[in-house]
C-alpha cells in the first residue's frame, strides 16, 4: 500500500493510459487543471461489491458507481441478457412507428410498479435528459390545454436535477451554475428541509410546515397562473443526503395539488429499492403528475432513463394540437432495445431475484452503524433511509460548524478511504455520502462500516484538520 497520496504519478510514458487521459478526456465535475495535475485512477475490474485498479489496489464500492450499480458488479443475467438483444437486434428506432420488444415491455412493466396513475413512459439516455424532457412535456401541456403564462419553476436548495441547460438550473449546487448563465429568470428554489440545519429546529412537524409555507409563499409571489410545477427529490442526493421527515413528500405533493402547480419527483437517486421500497413515493402512497427516473433503472450496465407522466398530461399533450401533428420531442436512442432488454432483466432481479428483500434486510443494520458513529470527534450528523445514507462532518458540534475550505476536508476523506480500500462520495461541505448496493451482505456492511470509522480516525489523526477543530 503506498504511504503517499494513491493518486499521484511519476513521469509517464507517453502512450500511458494516463497520460492519454490527460491529454484527451474530459471528466465531469472536474478541475480541469486539478485533474492534470493529479491524473486518473484506472478501475479495471469489479465484482459483488469489489473493485480493483489498474495498481491492483481492492477498493470496497460504498457508492454504487455513483449511486447506480444497485444489483453489484458482474450479474452474469445481466451481460447475457443485453449479448443477446445485441445478436437479435441491436437497436430499433422509435420513430416512424417502429418499436422493440424489450422496450414495449419495459414501459408496461414500470406503468405497473410506478405509483398508481403513472401510465405512460418515455424513455431517454439518463437523469439529466429526463429532467429536460420532463421540463419539455410540462411546457407543452400548459401551451396545449390553454395556460401559456405557466412557465415558472421551483426547486429546493441543495436540490440536484442533472447538469443539462435547463436541469442545472433547476439543480441548486453552485458548481453547476458558475459561468454557466443558470438559473434562469424562471427558475426558482425554497429552502431545503434539512433538519439538521433547518431554522425551525429539527421537529417533523415544523420542518414540514416550514416548507409548505415556503412553496405557498414563492407561488403567492410569482402569481399561481404563472408557476408551472415544482420539482423535488423524496431525498436530496448531491446535496448532501438530506433526508426529509416521513410525511415531508406527501405533504409538498398536496400542497401543489392546492395552488394548482404539477407535483414532479426526482427518483433518479431514489428509485429502484434505493430507499427501500421499488420506488420512494411508495412509501407516503405518493402519486406525482410526473416521475424522472434512471441510475437504478439498468443498476449502471448500460445508460437508460425515464420520464414516467400521469394519463392527465398525456391527454393533455395528445389533445393540445391536431391529431395527426408530432408532438417534436425525441432522442435517437430514446427506448434502445439493449438498454431495456437489460431494464428488464435489473426488475426481474429487484422483485424475484431477492436484491429488494436483501437491501431492506440490511437498511437497519446500515442506519444503526451510522448512527453509531455520531460519537465521533468529527461526525456532526448520521443520517439514511433504506441503504442512502450520509456523515456530516463538523469542526464543533455544538455549533455545527462546517471546516474552512482551507483545510481540504473533502480531499482528506477520500484519500485515507482510498488508502482503507473504501470508496465513498466526499461532498465539498464535508459532508460523506454513502449508497452500498442492494446486494450488500451483513459481512460486507461490517466492512463496510470498519473501514469507514478507520477512515474517519485516519483523517483526525491529521495535524491540520485536528488543529481546525473547536
Keep these: ?38 491524473g486518473v485512477t484506472v478501475l479495471q475490474s469489479a ?80 437523469g439529466s435528459d429526463a429532467v429536460d424532457s420532463a421540463v419539455r412535456y410540462i411546457t407543452h401541456y400548459f401551451n ?82 404563472t408557476v408551472a410545477a415544482f420539482f423535488c427529490e423524496p431525498v436530496q442526493g448531491s446535496g448532501g443526503v438530506i433526508v426529509p421527515p416521513p410525511g415531508w413528500l406527501k405533504a409538498m405533493r398536496e400542497a401543489c395539488a392546492r395552488l394548482d402547480i404539477l407535483f414532479v419527483a426526482d427518483e433518479v437517486i431514489t428509485g429502484f429499492c434505493r430507499t427501500g421500497p421499488i420506488f420512494a413515493c411508495h412509501a407516503e402512497a405518493v402519486s406525482p403528475d410526473l416521475m424522472t427516473v434512471a441510475k437504478g ?18 391527454q393533455g399533450i395528445a389533445d393540445g394540437l391536431a391529431p395527426e401533428a408530432p408532438i417534436g420531442h425525441g432522442f435517437t436512442y430514446s427506448g434502445h432495445p439493449v438498454s431495456a432488454a437489460v431494464g428488464l432483466e435489473v426488475l426481474r432481479l429487484y422483485t424475484e431475484g431477492g436484491i429488494l428483500a436483501n437491501g431492506e434486510a440490511r437498511g437497519p443494520a446500515f442506519a444503526s ?23 456530516e462532518l463538523v469542526r464543533d458540534k455544538a455549533a455545527k460548524a462546517r471546516f474552512d475550505p482551507a483545510v481540504e476536508l473533502p480531499r482528506r476523506l477520500f484519500e485515507a478511504g482510498y488508502r482503507n480500500g473504501l470508496i465513498f462520495r466526499a461532498f465539498a461541505d464535508g459532508t460523506i455520502g454513502l449508497a452500498p448496493a442492494l446486494t450488500c451482505t451483513a459481512d460486507e456492511m461490517e466492512l463496510l462500516l470498519s473501514r469507514l470509522r478507520r477512515t474517519l480516525d485516519d483523517v483526525l489523526d491529521d495535524a491540520e484538520v485536528r488543529a481546525a477543530l473547536a
Design 47 to 126: 465484482s459483488g461489491m469489489f473493485l480493483r485498479d489498474a495498481s491492483g489496489h481492492d477498493l470496497l464500492d460504498a457508492f454504487a458507481g455513483l449511486w447506480c450499480v444497485n444489483v453489484g458488479y458482474g450479474q452474469e443475467s445481466i451481460v447475457e441478457v443485453a449479448a443477446e438483444q445485441m445478436r437479435r437486434l441491436p437497436y430499433a428506432t422509435g420513430y416512424f412507428g417502429f418499436g422493440s420488444e424489450p422496450s414495449i415491455r419495459l414501459a408496461a412493466r414500470l406503468a405497473e410498479l410506478a405509483p398508481e396513475g403513472l401510465d405512460h413512459v418515455y424513455f431517454t439516455l439518463g
Design 369 to 391: 452503524g451510522l448512527a453509531g458513529l455520531v460519537d465521533h470527534p468529527l461526525v456532526g450528523d448520521a443520517r439514511s433511509r433504506g441503504l442512502l445514507g450520509a456523515l
Design 144 to 225: 396545449s390545454t390553454g395556460r401559456p403564462a405557466k412557465k415558472h419553476f421551483i426547486s429546493l436548495e441543495r436540490g440536484y436535477h442533472g447538469s443539462s441547460s435547463t436541469g442545472a438550473g433547476l439543480t441548486a449546487l453552485p458548481a453547476f451554475h458558475a459561468h454557466f448563465d443558470v438559473p434562469t429568470p424562471r427558475q426558482h428554489t425554497i429552502a431545503s428541509p434539512y433538519p439538521y440545519r433547518n431554522p425551525v429546529g429539527g421537529d417533523p412537524a415544523a420542518v414540514i410546515a416550514a416548507s409548505v409555507a415556503a412553496l405557498e409563499a414563492k407561488v403567492a409571489e410569482l402569481g399561481a397562473e
Design 1 to 38: 500500500m503506498p504511504s503517499t497520496d494513491a493518486r499521484q504519478r511519476p513521469a509517464l510514458p507517453a502512450n500511458s493510459l494516463q497520460v492519454l487521459d490527460r491529454d484527451h478526456l474530459i471528466h465531469p465535475v472536474m478541475s480541469f487543471r486539478g485533474h492534470e495535475k493529479h
Design 297 to 314: 433503472l439498468t443498476a449502471g450496465y448500460v445508460p437508460m432513463g425515464a420520464v414516467l407522466m400521469s394519463d392527465r398530461i398525456y
